[in-house]
């Protein structure tokens, strides 16, 4: 029932967006009037296919439901650039009817008007084919060298990757995957970090295009921490299903690792709102840490959200891993996240805690990045100051 009132207010407010948008730019297009009506029918199309797209993984039949995704997740991210440039618009013409009101002073509204009523769709195209691409290619690799003071001589050096909020769904398959897999193996990591929300849908309907994460190689294995999206899917047959596929999942808990003759801390929490899925999820990272070791300086902490960091400087650690951000995958939306993370993206540093936020490795929902490129990060730790 509240599922279907939220489908209900959704639908409703995306109808209310698409009209304020005809009403903006229909009338001032400098077209003919069939070409008019043929905008508004696209405009109608784009109001039924964003709330079709978002329900159709309630459809078991394929290939529909995902095609039906495909389409309506598409549409989203064109109608996200479309709303923005037509609101702006609407701001540029607020200041141009405020410059024409002054004395002696005339300013060209009228051939604006029409001029960017027929722009504001075509930039709006412009950009989602670029975001398209941008989200659609392989993920480029991101290095980062993170300084540590006191790092062990043994550690210097020591090379991890770390992958997150890949997403596999409706749009992000098997292939998409496998080339996420080669990228990172081909690095030849110490340690392989998941930041969770690596997928979107059950176990059934998504075993298959996460069996290449099974391939995933490097000297001391790979680890995995939950993301919100695998509780929406249901995390427990998921953290099976990553143990089956060789990960070591962490759940608020911390294993030694011994590399170059020196020792590190790996911990994980569960995300940061696991709790309200499950209690005995609720993230802990003093509970991470608890038995562990107090001769090991270098503890690093895996935790999918950026705002564990508070709790993670409190419990000592070193450096924290953290996703779920995207880095706002498309503009506007970088401005946006910081409203609820402490951090957007990139290296940081909260007391004596490194954090590094990645942009994700994969998209959520549209198939759009704009401005924040996915990345496969490669972070190495370097001994500060420098020995000698």
Do not use: C, Y
């Given at each position: 029932m509240l599922r279907s009132a939220f489908f209900i207010r959704l639908i409703s407010i995306v109808t209310l967006l698409h009209v304020y948008i005809g009403v903006r730019l229909i009338a001032a297009l400098p077209v003919g009037t069939p070409f008019k009506w043929l905008a508004a029918l696209l405009l109608a199309m784009s109001a039924?296919?964003?709330?079709v797209g978002?329900?159709?993984?309630?459809?078991?039949?394929?290939?529909?439901?995902?095609?039906?995704?495909?389409a309506g997740l598409l549409t989203m991210g064109f109608f996200s650039s479309l709303l923005v440039l037509t609101a702006l618009r609407d701001i540029v013409l607020l200041l141009?009817?405020?410059?024409?009101?002054?004395?002696?002073?005339?300013?060209?509204t009228a051939e604006f008007t029409a001029v960017s009523a027929l722009c504001v769709p075509l930039v709006a195209i412009l950009l989602t084919l670029l975001g398209v691409y941008n989200a659609r290619r392989n993920a480029p690799v991101k290095i980062i060298d993170i300084p540590i003071a006191g790092l062990a001589a043994g550690l210097d050096g020591f090379r991890i990757v770390q992958i997150s909020d890949i997403h596999i769904g409706p749009t992000i398959k098997r292939g998409y995957v496998e080339k996420i897999v080669a990228t990172v193996n081909a690095l030849e990591a110490d340690l392989i970090a998941v930041t969770g929300d690596v997928v979107d849908g059950s176990v059934p309907q998504l075993e298959a295009d996460t069996r290449p994460l099974g391939a995933l190689s490097a000297r001391h294995g790979t680890f995995f921490v939950t993301g919100n999206h695998e509780y929406y899917a249901g995390a427990d047959t998921w953290i099976a299903e990553f143990r089956r596929l060789g990960f070591q999942v962490l759940m608020n808990e911390h294993v030694v690792v011994n590399h170059g003759g020196a020792r590190a801390i790996?911990?994980?929490v569960t995300d940061y709102s696991g709790g309200n899925f499950d209690p005995a999820h609720a993230s802990d990272p003093q509970k991470a840490m608890r038995g562990a070791p107090g001769d090991i300086l270098f503890r690093l902490l895996l935790a999918h959200q950026p705002r564990s960091a508070t709790a993670a400087s409190?419990?000592?650690?070193?450096?924290?891993?953290?996703?779920?951000?995207?880095?706002g995958q498309f503009l506007p939306w970088q401005f946006f996240v910081r409203l609820q993370q402490p951090f957007v993206h990139g290296l940081d540093k909260l007391n004596d805690l490194w954090v590094y936020t990645s942009r994700g490795t994969g998209y959520w929902g549209p198939p759009i990045r704009l401005a924040a490129p996915s990345e496969v990060t490669l972070l190495r730790l370097v001994a500060h100051p420098p020995a000698g």
């Open positions: 039924v296919l964003i709330p978002m329900a159709a993984r309630n459809i078991k039949k394929q290939p529909l439901s995902d095609r039906l995704a495909w141009l009817h405020a410059v024409d009101s002054l004395p002696g002073v005339t300013a060209a790996v911990a994980g409190e419990a000592g650690f070193t450096l924290q891993l953290s996703g779920h951000t995207h880095g």
